[in-house]
């Protein structure tokens, strides 16, 4: 099992940066066994693919829209799970969920994700 909570987010202005950070429990694996990701879901729109990464952080995928602006890392002995977001528009406001993965290899797809965290609500306004 894995327990997730995600903090770091809040209202910001546009252009301006956040880094939302994801601590992680487990109690049956420890944390480096996990492959981690973060997704959002908008306001009115279905939950979308941000970032994810591998078990030790050297392999990662940002889904194309944010690449160059969103950047995922982990921290295997902090438990702790990132994602910097940096020159943050408008449309980047939504609830952001991290999650965490049995596989661990990088996972892009929602249904191969395992542990959710309760999200973390992030609000660009222009």
């Known amino acids: 099992q894995v327990h997730v909570v995600e903090s770091g987010g809040g209202s910001v202005q546009t252009g301006q940066s956040l880094r939302l950070s994801c601590t992680a429990s487990t109690t049956t694996y420890n944390f480096e066994n996990y492959a981690m990701g973060w997704f959002r879901q908008p306001p009115g729109k279905e939950q979308e693919f941000v970032a994810a990464?591998?078990?030790?952080?050297?392999?990662?995928y940002t889904a194309r829209s944010l690449k160059g602006r969103f950047t995922i890392s982990r921290d295997n002995a902090k438990t702790t799970l990132y994602l910097q977001m940096n020159r943050l528009e408008p449309e980047d406001t939504a609830v952001y969920y991290c999650?965490?993965?049995?596989?661990?290899?990088?996972?892009?797809?929602?249904?191969?994700?395992?542990?959710w965290g309760q999200g973390t609500q992030v609000t660009v306004s222009s």
């Open positions: 999650a965490a993965s049995n596989y661990t290899i990088v996972v892009i797809t929602a249904n191969m994700y395992d542990y």
């Open positions: 990464i591998n078990w030790n952080g050297d392999r990662t």
